[in-house]
């Protein structure tokens, strides 16, 4: 199922922080969970940043561009779009 839009821009309008990719402003919604593994029976931590996009502000974008959010520059390592208008967006700080 696809959201419109118009339903999509208001979703956007009302939830979404500026980010700036290539000069441009694009809104998202940020992400920035704490993640706790244990691995080889080592507790690792890590924040695990992501956000949401609407697909029509992302046309161009790659792996690896460069997204500004909050001063903040992060690195898109993953691009995964939902089929619904959205797409998340795995950030990494290098």
Excluded: C
């Excluded at 998202?28 to 029509?56: C, M, R, W």
């Excluded at 161009?60 to 959010?69: E, F, S, T, V």
């Amino acid at each position: 199922m696809s959201f419109g839009e118009n339903d999509l821009g208001v979703f956007f309008s009302d939830f979404a922080i500026d980010a700036n990719w290539k000069g441009t402003e694009v809104k998202v919604i940020f992400h920035n969970a704490y993640e706790a593994v244990t691995l080889f029976g080592s507790d690792i931590e890590s924040k695990n940043p992501f956000v949401e996009v609407q697909d029509s502000d992302i046309e161009d974008m790659a792996q690896r561009d460069l997204i500004k959010i909050g001063g903040t520059n992060y690195y898109i390592i993953n691009i995964q779009a939902d089929g619904t208008g959205i797409t998340i967006l795995m950030l990494s700080k290098d």
